[in-house]
């Protein structure tokens, strides 16, 4: 399953965890997201959206 906003195009990002003693882990950050019912071009559609570009408006949600 793909963990990518279908707006913006936000994916996960890397880096490391870093622990007092500085030990370092690598590790993955996955953006906030939703699967949401929106209508595009006049029909109802599931996406998968992050919370930013819902609460930005972006999208505008099916009732």
């Known amino acids: 399953m793909s963990r990518k ?3 913006c195009g936000k994916g996960p990002s890397f880096g490391n965890n ?3 003693a500085n030990n370092k882990t690598r ?3 996955h953006p906030n997201i939703q699967k949401v ?3 595009k071009n006049g029909t109802v ?3 998968k959206v992050c919370t ?3 609460r930005s408006g972006l999208i505008t ?3």
Request: proline share 0%.
């Open 45 to 47: 559609a599931t996406i």
């Open 18 to 20: 870093v622990s007092h």
């Open 37 to 39: 019912k929106t209508v």
């Open 27 to 29: 590790t993955v950050w």
């Open 52 to 54: 930013r570009c819902i």
């Open 5 to 7: 906003c279908e707006i």
């Open 61 to 63: 949600k099916a009732l």
